[in-house]
């Protein structure tokens, strides 16, 4: 199962709403998940089940979406959320395959 | 609090062998699958193992490295393995531990660890 994110890129200013896409190439029901990456950091978890917010995650991060199509939305962008976020299909084990990423960068 | 703890990474020469180790602690070690992905330089995640709980029976491994990668763990240390061979310049990267939570099929990755670079170079 591929997943292709959308955009790769993104330039946006503190306080703005975003959306990333995950597009599955083929249904993978709810089992996905979202991750954020900041330089030479670990992912961290932020959304499993498509919508389900990890504990200790801020409410302004909300995951949305079920069979090919997934978005991530953070509603009010904060200096410390410019990272990488990756979704992450767990459908098809044992190959959970990641999308290429989405660079968010302060406009 | 969980703790995933990598080592074992370093300089190697191509066709040589490597093992990492992740070495758990903060929760109930061998009630857990565990998992490697790795990230080449500037590059994105890209899935390499995984193993299952308890007394680890099924593993399986990525496209890219099956064949040359064995993934083990021992319970009684808390601790998971990557036993890579023959590696190949591609493979140099960040390799990550994580732990595998969640029930079929919604799964994810809820803890990872700092990570463990290996440069496969002559």
């Known amino acids: 199962i591929q997943l292709t994110q959308s955009p790769s890129s993104l330039s946006a200013s503190v306080g703005d709403r975003v959306t990333i896409t995950c597009r599955a190439s083929q249904g993978i029901s709810f089992s996905l998940a979202w991750y954020q990456q900041k330089p030479g950091k670990a992912p961290k978890l932020l959304i499993y089940?498509?919508?389900t917010l990890q504990s200790g995650v801020p409410s302004r991060f909300s995951g949305s979406g079920s069979g090919t199509d997934f978005t991530l939305t953070i509603s009010t962008l904060q200096p410390e959320d410019f990272a990488t976020y990756y979704c992450q299909q767990l459908s098809s084990y044992p190959s959970f395959t990641f999308g290429q990423g989405t660079k968010l960068e302060i406009k | 609090q969980v703790l995933l703890v990598e080592s074992g990474g370093g300089v190697v020469q191509p066709g040589r062998s490597l093992r990492l180790s992740c070495a758990a602690s903060?929760?109930?070690?061998?009630?857990?699958?565990m998992h490697w992905v790795r990230q080449a330089p500037g590059k994105g995640l890209e899935w390499v193992a995984g193993i299952s709980s308890s007394d680890g029976s099924k593993k399986d491994y990525g496209d890219s490295v099956k064949g040359r990668i064995t993934i083990s763990r021992d319970n009684s240390k808390n601790t998971v393995y990557l036993q890579m061979n023959s590696l190949r310049t591609d493979d140099t990267a960040v390799y990550y531990c994580?732990?595998?939570?969640?029930?079929?099929?919604?799964?994810?990755?809820?803890?990872w660890g700092q990570g463990t670079l290996v440069t496969v170079s002559s």
């Open positions: 903060g929760f109930t070690f061998s009630n857990s699958g």
């Open positions: 994580a732990k595998w939570s969640g029930t079929y099929p919604l799964y994810y990755f809820d803890s």
């Open positions: 089940a498509a919508s």
